[in-house]
């Protein structure tokens, strides 16, 4: 059942709630034409790129890309220079590029909800984790990249 605690499956539950609102309980509310197709599409391009870019460095230095298992390496480079969570930020920006598209105004406040989760339930212990077995490496590496952007 651990596969079920999974950012994908936070991000497809999070999706099926926003689509549902945006189906059943529209109650009338827009964005406004072509403002939230646009932007939403850059939101959900900008994080599969973002996604892509982490799993090939992640794969370059033969580590983990699955939460809660132990790194073999602190990944430092690439899209991680930019940010420390780019999966995940890539996740978020997903959310908030469907949310858009679908014109899903009541489901904006999934948004920090999916935002929270993921520090609680992913970033957090997994910061942890490498804070524990890379020390030194790791504090530099946090006080000179930030967590989301």
Same mark, same amino acid.
């Given at each position: 059942?651990?596969? +079920?605690?999974?950012?994908? %499956?936070?991000?497809?539950? @999070?999706?099926?709630?926003?689509?549902?609102?945006?189906?059943?309980?529209? #109650?009338?509310?827009?964005?406004?034409?072509?403002?939230?197709? !646009? !932007? &939403?599409?850059?939101? =959900? &391009?900008?994080?599969? =790129?973002?996604?892509?870019?982490? %799993? *090939?460095?992640?794969?370059?230095? *033969? $580590?983990? +890309?699955?939460? *809660? #298992?132990?790194?073999?390496? /602190?990944?430092?480079?690439?899209?991680?220079?930019?940010?420390?969570?780019?999966?995940?930020?890539?996740? %978020?920006?997903? /959310? $908030? &590029?469907?949310?858009?598209?679908?014109?899903? %105004?009541? @489901?904006?406040?999934?948004?920090?909800?999916? !935002?929270?989760?993921?520090?609680?339930? !992913?970033?957090?212990?997994?910061?942890?984790?490498?804070?524990?077995?890379?020390?030194?490496?790791?504090?530099?590496?946090? #006080?000179?990249?930030?967590?989301?952007?």
């Amino acid at each position: 059942m651990k596969w +079920i605690d999974m950012p994908p %499956v936070w991000l497809a539950g @999070a999706l099926g709630l926003a689509w549902w609102q945006k189906t059943y309980f529209s #109650q009338g509310l827009s964005f406004g034409p072509g403002f939230a197709d !646009f !932007f &939403g599409g850059i939101f =959900i &391009g900008g994080g599969l =790129i973002l996604m892509a870019l982490a %799993v *090939h460095e992640m794969r370059r230095y *033969h $580590t983990t +890309i699955i939460p *809660h #298992q132990t790194a073999s390496r /602190l990944v430092s480079s690439g899209i991680f220079k930019r940010s420390r969570n780019p999966i995940y930020l890539g996740d %978020v920006m997903i /959310l $908030t &590029g469907f949310i858009l598209y679908w014109d899903a %105004v009541l @489901a904006l406040p999934l948004i920090p909800v999916f !935002f929270w989760i993921l520090e609680k339930r !992913f970033i957090e212990p997994e910061e942890e984790g490498l804070r524990r077995k890379f020390v030194a490496d790791f504090k530099r590496y946090s #006080q000179q990249t930030r967590r989301w952007l």
